[in-house]
C-alpha cells in the first residue's frame, strides 16, 4: 500500500531535526535561541547562517537563502525534492514504498556500483589473481592503507571474470550495462567484461557513494598497445566525467580545516598527497577546471589551488584558470611543481615538504598571468608591456559582465592590480578594457550566461503576498478561501502557483498545507519562497480570522477597481450614445462590483 505523500513528508520532516541534519554539513555553534555557522551557499567570512530550532528553518543574513530541512538537502546535495525527502527517511529509518524513493533505476545502478566495487577492492587485497596487480602497486609505492582508503580494486584480465560474479550473485546483467561494466557480445549472446586487467580507482561523489571507476591497465597486460591506459566509466546518468571531483569525499574535511582545496590532475597524485598526509587534495577528470567544478568546491572553501606542473603551466592551463578566475566567486591560485614532475613523483622522491611548500606559496592566478607575461617581455619596453596589458585584458574582456556586485568587484580587483603591475594609471586600463569589449561585440555574442531562470518579475501586491502567507500558516482557511479568491485573480506567477496547488490539494480531497504542496514545488527556489511566507504567517501576531476577513476586503477593493477601470475603458471606445449613459450610470452606481461577481 502507498503513504499517503503529505503524510510522509510530514513524518520524515518530524524525524529530521535541522540543526542535527545541517548540522552534519556545516559546523553551528549555539547563539541565543539559535544556531550560527558560515554559509555553504556563498562567500562567508563570518557567520551569517542562522538555523533555528524553534521553526525548524534556517536563513543566512548576507545571502539571502532561507528555508527548511528539505531545501537545505536540495540546494546542498543538488537534488531533487523527492531525493531530499528519499536521503532524510533513510537517515531516519523510515520505510519508503517503491514510487515514492528518488528513481529506483539510479538506486539500482548505485547498488550494482556498489556490489562491484566490494568485488573489485576483495579481488585485489585477497585472490592470487590479483598478485601483478598488487606488485604494480607496490611499485608506485602505494600503501595498503591508502590502497583500503580509496577502495582501490583489481579486475582480471579474463573477458567475464565479472559476468560470471554477476551470473552467480543474481545481479541483473542489463543494469551492469547501463552503469558501463559489462557489454552484451557482437557474435553469440551473453556479456562481457569492460575493465580487463586494470588497477579499478572507485570514482564517488561528494557523499561518498561510488559512481563510477577509473581504470589503469597494468603495465605488463598483453593487450597493452591495443588499449588505452585509461579507461572511465563512459558518461552516465550517474557519472558525468566534466562534473566529477575525484576524493572529494575524502577531502573535504581537511578542506575545512585549512580553508582550501588543491586540484591535481590524476589519481594517483591524490592518493599519494594523502598518503604524505596532505589530505586537501583532490583532481578533476582529466578535464579543465569548469564552473560546475568551481561551484562544488565552493560549497567547502573559498580558495582553490590549482596544482600545475611548471610545463603544464604553459600550455593554455594558466589562461584558463585566469577566465575561471574572473568569471567565479573563487579566489583561485595556481601552485607550480619543478619542471617535469608531477605531484605524485615529487612526493615520492623528495617527500611532503616541497609540495607543501608549493600550495603554502600559490599565487593569485591573475598574478601568476601577470608574472609570466613580464617575464616573456620583460626585454621589450614600452611595447612589451602594452602585449601584456592586451594579453590579459583580452582574458578578462572574455568574460561576459555579470550584473551582480561580486563580478564588479572582482574585475575592479583585477584592473586595480594590472594597473599596480604595469605601472599604468587605472582609468588606462578600464578605457583599454572597454575598447577589447566592443571589439569583441560580434553580433552572434552569447548573453552572460545565468545559472538560474529569471525571478525578475514585478513584486507581488501586498495583499496577494497576504493571502499566501495566511493560507499556507492556517490551512483550515483553504475551503473558505477557495470560494473568495479564485486563482485567476492572483497576478504574480509565482503566487498564483502556490495558490493553485493548495486549491487543487482542497479539491482532491487532501489537507492543503505545505507539506503536501512540496512534491507539487519542484522548483527549489519557489519551495523556499513558500517557506518564508508560511514562516511570516506564522509569526504574524493578527488574528487570523480578522486577517481573512481583511484580505477579502483587499481583493474585492481590487476588483471593483479593475471592473471600474474596464467600464472607463468601454466608456472611451462607446460609440452608441445610449450605451454610453448606461455605462455612465453604472460607474456611478458602483455596480461594478456584483457585475464582476456574475461575471466571475
Ligand atoms: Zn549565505
Known amino acids: 500500500m502507498t503513504k499517503d505523500r503529505a503524510v510522509l513528508t510530514r513524518q520524515v520532516k518530524e524525524a529530521s531535526d535541522i540543526v542535527a541534519v545541517i548540522g552534519g554539513f556545516v559546523p553551528l555553534k549555539p547563539a541565543g535561541m539559535r544556531y550560527v555557522g558560515l554559509c555553504p551557499f556563498h562567500n562567508d567570512h563570518r557567520p551569517s547562517f542562522n538555523v533555528d530550532p524553534k521553526w525548524q528553518n534556517y536563513r543566512c543574513w548576507a545571502c539571502g537563502k532561507t528555508g527548511d530541512v528539505f531545501t537545505f538537502l536540495q540546494e546542498y546535495e543538488k537534488v531533487s525534492f523527492i531525493e531530499a525527502r528519499a536521503m532524510l527517511a533513510q537517515r531516519a529509518g523510515i520505510a519508503l514504498d517503491g514510487d515514492q524513493g528518488p ?75 547501463k552503469v558501463g561494466l559489462i557489454s552484451p557480445r557482437s557474435v553469440d549472446a551473453g556479456w562481457y567484461d569492460r575493465f580487463r586487467d586494470r588497477v579499478m580507482f572507485p570514482i564517488k561523489d561528494s557523499s561518498g557513494r561510488v559512481i563510477g571507476f577509473g581504470g589503469r591497465i597494468l603495465p605488463d597486460a598483453p593487450n597493452i598497445d591495443r588499449e ?124 611532503a615538504e616541497p609540495f607543501k ?104 501586491l501586498p495583499h496577494e503576498r497576504e493571502w499566501i502567507e495566511l493560507l499556507l500558516a492556517e490551512p483550515s482557511l483553504v475551503s473558505k478561501a477557495r470560494v473568495e479568491v479564485p486563482v485567476d485573480e492572483m497576478q504574480h506567477p509565482g503566487l498564483r502557483k502556490i495558490l493553485d496547488g493548495l486549491y487543487s490539494l482542497y479539491d482532491a480531497g487532501e489537507t492543503p498545507d505545505l507539506d503536501a504542496l512540496r512534491t507539487r514545488l519542484d522548483h527549489p527556489a519557489l519551495a523556499s519562497k513558500a517557506l518564508e511566507l508560511q514562516h511570516t504567517g506564522r509569526t504574524s501576531p493578527a488574528d487570523r480570522n480578522d486577517w481573512f476577513a481583511q484580505l477579502c476586503a483587499a481583493f474585492r477593493s481590487r476588483r471593483e477597481q479593475n471592473s471600474r477601470e474596464k467600464l472607463r475603458g468601454d466608456l472611451t471606445t462607446a460609440t452608441d450614445h445610449d450605451a454610453a449613459i448606461e455605462l455612465l450610470r453604472r460607474l456611478r452606481d458602483g455596480q461594478a462590483d456584483s457585475d464582476s461577481k456574475r461575471a466571475g
Open 103 to 177: 528513481n529506483q533505476e539510479r538506486m539500482q545502478q548505485l547498488e550494482a556500483i556498489r556490489w562491484a566495487a566490494e568485488l573489485y577492492q576483495n579481488c585485489l587485497l585477497e585472490l592470487p589473481i590479483a598478485e601483478r596487480a598488487r606488485r604494480y602497486l607496490g611499485e608506485r609505492k602505494l600503501t595498503g592503507e591508502t590502497i583500503r582508503k580509496f577502495g582501490l580494486g583489481f579486475a582480471p584480465g579474463t573477458w567475464d571474470w565479472l559476468v560470471q560474479q554477476a551470473g552467480r550473485s543474481n545481479q541483473p546483467f542489463d543494469v551492469l550495462e
Open 357 to 460: 611548500r608549493a600550495l603554502e606559496s600559490a599565487v593569485n592566478a591573475l598574478d601568476f598571468k601577470l608574472n609570466q607575461m613580464l617575464e616573456l617581455e620583460r626585454v621589450n619596453g614600452i611595447q612589451g608591456q602594452m602585449r601584456v596589458l592586451n594579453a590579459v585584458l583580452a582574458i578578462v574582456a572574455a568574460v561576459p559582465e555579470g550584473a551582480n556586485a561580486e563580478a564588479q568587484q572582482k574585475r575592479e580587483l583585477v584592473v586595480n592590480r594590472i594597473a599596480h603591475q604595469l605601472g599604468l594609471s587605472e582609468r588606462r586600463v578600464w578605457e583599454r578594457l572597454g575598447e577589447l569589449r566592443s571589439s569583441r561585440r560580434e553580433p552572434d555574442s552569447r548573453p552572460a550566461e545565468t545559472s538560474q531562470p529569471s525571478t525578475s518579475s514585478a513584486p507581488a
Open 228 to 351: 588505452p591506459k585509461y579507461y572511465n566509466t563512459p558518461e552516465s546518468p550517474l557519472f558525468s566525467k566534466s562534473d566529477v571531483i575525484y576524493g572529494l569525499d575524502q577531502a573535504r574535511a581537511a578542506a575545512a580545516g585549512v580553508g582550501y582545496l588543491a586540484v591535481v590532475e590524476g589519481y594517483t597524485d591524490v592518493l599519494m598527497a594523502h598518503q604524505f598526509g596532505v589530505p586537501q587534495v583532490v583532481a578533476t577528470m582529466g578535464t579543465a577546471m569548469n564552473a560546475r567544478h568551481i561551484q562544488q568546491l565552493r560549497r567547502y572553501v573559498q580558495r582553490v589551488i590549482l596544482v600545475f606542473d611548471a610545463d603544464a603551466g604553459g600550455k593554455g592551463g594558466v589562461d584558463r584558470a585566469l577566465e575561471v578566475f574572473v568569471r567565479e566567486n573563487v579566489d583561485l591560485a595556481i601552485a607550480s611543481l619543478p619542471a617535469g614532475l608531477d605531484p605524485c613523483d615529487l612526493l615520492v622522491q623528495q617527500g
